[in-house]
């Protein structure tokens, strides 16, 4: 079973990478003199064609779908070329995906274009991002119950055509929970690809800090004492469309096995002279587990501004794999 479910992850990222790479040589057979555009309405309905005429008062546009449409100046919002990449071998216009800076969980290098928003709802709580500035991005996550409330932060610095890196930052709070939860995930992030296709590697560094009751036997009492940890955390991540509205997801988030530490905890000892249990103190050496978490699905572009994503999670630890018995659902949408 646990070959099976591997083979499946290594042919998925393969298909991925092949995506990726071939589309730089599949596209260039697209003769430059297309000349399509992109109409794009304050409504956000979409015109993909080429123009024929355009004066002050209306653009007038050539479409595939519907033939001629003619549109008021007043009524447009922008007017672009459409990109040689963004053209299949015949010709036909193939849009990027819109909400391709997320995957499941994690992000990528990819920036969220200035005063672009979005917001993502999913069983767990919502999630909102916002693009402010140029290749940057503020957002907040929390539950359902407010509880608790992580804001992030994204900067991308793109390379070249078809390769980004983002610096990125969560942090959080349990807010009125009253654990003393705080954590802090600084982060990096490098993408090779584009809005249709890409594959990414990211890594960073999880600090949390909790109150943690502990019991001293010796007094029958319990104190709280404030806990701090830190685990390194990496991710493989990809998408790629496969039509004009669906996109194949990937997502996985991985922590290593962290190293040995020394603590000591209270027992139960049975005194062979009397006979009674007493509580007692010993040293123990630990070792904090590692696991992954993989997660393969589909997202459906049903609208230029919304779409719908569903996979199945499945969590790896300790040489064992164990499926999540409910599927992750998201809904995205543009604000």
């Given amino acids: 079973m646990k070959q099976r479910i591997s083979s499946l992850i290594i042919l998925l990222i393969c298909m991925m990478t092949l995506n990726v790479f071939s589309q730089e040589n599949t596209e260039q057979p697209v003769s430059d003199t297309l000349k399509m555009h992109v109409i794009t309405k304050n409504d956000r309905t979409r015109f993909v064609g080429k123009i024929i005429s355009q004066d002050p008062r209306e653009v007038l546009i050539d479409t595939k779908e519907i033939g001629l ?32 800076t997320r995957y499941f969980l994690t992000t990528n290098g ?82 090779v690809g584009d809005r249709k296709a890409n594959l990414t590697f990211s890594a960073g560094y999880g600090a949390v800090g909790y109150k943690e009751t502990f019991f001293n036997g010796a007094t029958n009492q319990t104190t709280k004492k404030r806990v701090s940890e830190g685990r390194m955390l990496i991710s493989f991540a990809g998408m790629f469309k496969v039509g004009k509205s669906v996109s194949i997801v990937f997502d996985s988030f991985i922590v290593p096995g962290g190293k040995e530490y020394e603590t000591t905890e209270w027992y139960d000892y049975v005194n062979p002279n009397t ?61």
């Fill in 69 to 100: 449409v003619a549109i008021p100046r007043h009524e447009i919002r922008e007017i672009r070329e459409v990109e040689t990449r963004e053209l299949n071998m015949k010709g036909e216009y193939i849009p990027g995906e819109v909400f391709a």
């Fill in 275 to 335: 006979g009674f249990i007493e509580p007692r103190e010993r040293n123990v050496t630990k070792k904090s587990k590692g696991f992954a978490l993989i997660l393969p699905g589909l997202r459906f572009q049903t609208t230029p501004h919304k779409a719908f994503q569903f996979g199945f999670a499945g969590v790896f630890s300790d040489g064992e794999a164990v499926p999540v018995p409910f599927p992750m659902i998201q809904f995205f949408q543009k604000l």
């Fill in 110 to 191: 990819l920036a969220i274009a200035k005063g672009e928003n979005y917001m993502i709802w999913h069983i767990f709580g919502p999630d909102v991002q916002f693009g402010v500035g140029e290749n940057f991005g503020l957002g907040v996550m929390t539950s359902w119950l407010g509880s608790p409330i992580i804001a992030t932060a994204k900067y991308s610095i793109p390379f070249k055509e078809n390769a980004s890196m983002a610096l990125g930052l969560l942090a959080g709070t349990d807010t009125w929970y009253g654990t003393g939860f705080l954590m802090a995930l600084p982060y990096v992030a490098f993408t």
